[in-house]
């Protein structure tokens, strides 16, 4: 959970006069408290295991996501005078979960009871300690807020003294690193920083030393050179604004690598408040302890499933074969919570979560380092994108008010693969914003597990029979339009209620697949016998029906695992009505939904992937090859897509959350229509998408839903468009 920088600044402002003449004790119980707490908002994430020790308290924060195999050693704040290690596992809670990284967090000996050098001892025992674990001092990085920043330069100092070596790096918050208060934000910041003051210092320096200008005590007077390199974040509204300002340029001057962030308008040790304004400063913390001490965590690649194979070599100069999954909310998105959340979520998907390489025979998938960022809305979705962007992330995450949404290449899964990808992100959104705790079924996996071996299987590879299914469909009725200028994509929605479409179905005995289907095909056949009243020189109508493999062969790959079928009618034989048509599509679909004809479709493509000439063929003659047998088949042998994904259920705890889900396919290549079809929450949300002029194919198809008995709402981008400054004939609508 993330909180707003406006709230947290009121409630210290409200709390800086008790805390400020607060006893001692009062204080450490409010620290602890306050670890306690972060401690249990990131349960979920992090395993803490208290370490039986003689010397020192100390406890392992283990992310259950571990992304680097650096370790950090984690010294509290609290002026050398206040905080436990139940203190101490709270913002190492909290580094564990945000970074991937094992975190020891040490309680070190507290003033005035054990003062100087008490703390730097047990600071130097907790180093030693992990030494002893076989960490080599390359792997180890020190974090530390307040004075446990200025002790993590102060153990460093002491390990040059004792020849010990040193450690990768220093992650420094608010580092106090000048006990003897000689800052001039000390007072020129008093009135600005909420949470700290100058009174409140002196009385810290006060118990826990009688040298404040001893190096080991204040290391910005100590000897620098040597030191690893450090990050250093600091509020620019803070007292201990200068502390950070004069380390970093005498680190600098030392000859040591700092990099120092001013975090505007911040307060003193910000970074524990995990303010939604500054998330990416963790993963500044990632990145340099990714850089100095961890190995990156090695990418997975994987080859492309055989359905996936045609679509980079089907490529045009202005189309590449993306489809768009969304989720409407009922709230706004927060941005750089989605962003967090997809951390989470793409090293779940690593079949999806993917960049698009090219290899010497054959293209590949590589998965990605990080998250893609989060883009814009444009006026129409699956906006034509440049074939070297998908070379380099082949998802898009997209944000509008309240709609997340994903634009897949559909090498990487289909829309059944992609839902579950949507719904687990959903859910990680969900629950890192409201706290809530989302049981992992209906398509939502655990985002913190590991990929099962079976969600990643090529179920075209896997379930290739011997006997191959002839292919024989004619050329098609291509739809008479104008093409649209400059890419532009119109998107038009119907929107029926569910049960109103499935008793409209049910009056014909059929499904809601089989009666749209059906009343696709009446509408292409009225539109055909407007443009082309000769009979004689009119063609067979056929529309595409992508069918799930998933249950037929018991499959739970999240690759794509979809193959079509092709219920047609031929006009020329004479004009079909409504009720020939359900009838011939109902027992189409019967004959040829079955495992064995579905088998027998995709064999020969598998057949053909096994091909010794064809598996040493350079990739530049395959991809010809390919082309032209889309080309040439391809696309001719159908009007358009129907593609039904059917209802969307989601854990009972999410649907107060979510409004609505569409799918919309992209255009094909030389089609210029595709339907996408969805239902959620008892709505059936049905996704036109077209680049021509002209709404002919939706017109016809809604006329005859409403002579059918069905009624509907209609939605457009034409607002949009017209908004973006196109030119449309808004007559047409």
């Known amino acids: 959970m993330e909180f707003s920088e406006k709230i947290i600044r009121k409630q210290l402002q409200m709390m800086k006069p008790i805390t400020s003449a607060g006893s001692i004790e009062s204080i450490r119980k409010g620290q602890d408290r306050l670890g306690i707490i972060m401690s249990k908002m990131r349960r979920k994430q992090v395993v803490i295991s208290d370490i039986d020790h003689p010397r020192i308290s100390i406890a392992l924060a283990a992310p259950v996501d571990e992304r680097t195999d650096g370790v950090i050693l984690y010294l509290h704040g609290g002026g050398y005078t206040c905080g436990s290690l139940d203190y101490a596992k709270g913002f190492a809670s909290v580094l564990a979960s945000e970074c991937g990284v094992k975190v020891y967090c040490a309680a070190y000996r507290l003033a005035p009871e054990h003062r100087f050098p008490a703390a730097v001892e047990d600071a130097l025992e907790a180093y030693r300690y992990l030494l002893t674990l076989s960490y080599l001092p390359g792997k180890i990085v020190l974090c530390g807020e307040s004075a446990g920043g200025g002790l993590c330069y102060s153990l460093c100092l002491k390990l040059k003294e004792c020849r010990i070596p040193l450690p990768a790096g220093i992650v420094a918050i608010s580092p106090w690193v000048d006990l003897t208060q000689s800052g001039d ?52 509204d803070e007292v201990l604004l200068d502390d950070s300002k004069r380390l970093n340029n005498k680190l600098i001057e030392c000859g040591v690598k700092s990099k120092l962030h001013i975090a505007d308008g911040m307060w003193h040790a910000y970074l524990l408040y995990c303010l939604r304004e500054h998330r990416n400063d963790f993963r500044l913390i990632e990145e340099f302890i990714t850089d100095k001490a961890a190995n990156k965590r090695k990418l997975r690649w994987m080859r492309l499933d055989n359905a996936a194979k045609i679509y980079p070599a089907a490529k045009r100069r202005n189309w590449n074969n993306f489809f768009r999954l969304s989720a409407t909310l009922n709230e706004e998105v927060d941005r750089e919570l989605l962003k967090s959340a997809m951390d989470v979520t793409m090293r779940r998907f690593p079949s999806i979560a993917v960049r698009l390489c090219h290899g010497v025979f054959w293209y590949y998938l590589e998965e990605l380092e990080r998250a893609p960022e989060i883009s814009d809305e444009k006026p129409w979705p699956l906006a034509h994108t440049p074939f070297d962007s998908i070379n380099r992330c082949a998802l898009r995450v997209i944000v509008h008010r309240c709609r997340i949404a994903i634009e897949f290449y559909h090498a990487l899964t289909d829309g059944n693969g992609g839902m579950v990808f949507l719904k687990s992100l959903i859910a990680e959104y969900l629950e890192q914003k409201h706290g809530i705790t989302i049981p992992c079924v209906k398509g939502v996996l655990d985002r913190l597990e590991e990929p099962r071996k079976e969600e990643l299987e090529d179920g075209f590879s896997k379930n290739a029979g011997t006997i191959s299914a002839k292919r024989n469909a004619s050329t098609v009725y291509r739809i008479r339009c104008t093409p649209e200028k400059g890419n532009i994509r119109h998107l038009t929605t119907f929107i029926i209620d569910t049960e109103n479409a499935l008793t409209s179905a049910k009056r014909y005995g059929v499904s809601l697949t089989v009666f749209l289907t059906g009343a696709m095909l009446y509408a292409l056949q009225t539109l055909q016998n407007e443009q082309i009243p000769d009979k004689r020189k009119q063609k067979p109508l056929r529309v595409v029906v992508p ?129 996408g079809i969805v239902s959620y929450g008892g709505k059936l949300y049905l996704n036109f998408i077209r680049n021509t002029v002209e709404p002919a194919l939706e017109m016809r198809f809604y006329h005859t839903l409403r002579a059918l008995g069905v009624d509907i709402k209609v939605e457009s981008n034409l607002q949009s468009l017209i908004d973006s400054g196109y030119a449309v004939d808004t007559e047409l609508y």
Do not use: W
């Open 185 to 236: 934000s000390l007072t020129a910041n008093a009135e600005c920083d909420p949470s700290l003051c100058k009174e409140t210092l002196d009385n810290y320096a006060e118990c826990y030393t009688d040298a404040p200008a001893a190096p080991l005590v204040s290391p910005l007077f100590g000897d620098l050179y040597g030191m690893p390199p450090s990050l250093i974040f600091v509020g620019g």
């Open 547 to 675: 069918v799930n493999l998933r249950t037929l062969f018991g499959l739970n790959t999240l690759r794509n695992f979809v193959h079509v079928v092709m219920p047609e009618i031929d006009p020329r034989m004479g004009d079909y009505s409504p009720e020939e048509i359900f009838s011939s599509v109902k027992h189409q679909l019967g004959v040829l939904i079955t495992k064995k004809n579905l088998q027998s479709m995709f064999t020969p493509n598998v057949n053909a992937e096994r091909n010794p000439v064809l598996r040493i063929m350079p990739l530049f003659i395959k991809n010809i090859a390919m082309k032209l047998v889309y080309d040439t088949v391809g696309e001719k042998t159908n009007c358009l897509n129907l593609s039904n994904l059917g209802a969307v259920d989601l854990p009972e705890i999410m649907k107060e959350y979510v409004a609505r889900f569409d799918f919309v396919l992209g255009v094909q290549a030389t089609k210029p229509n595709n339907c």
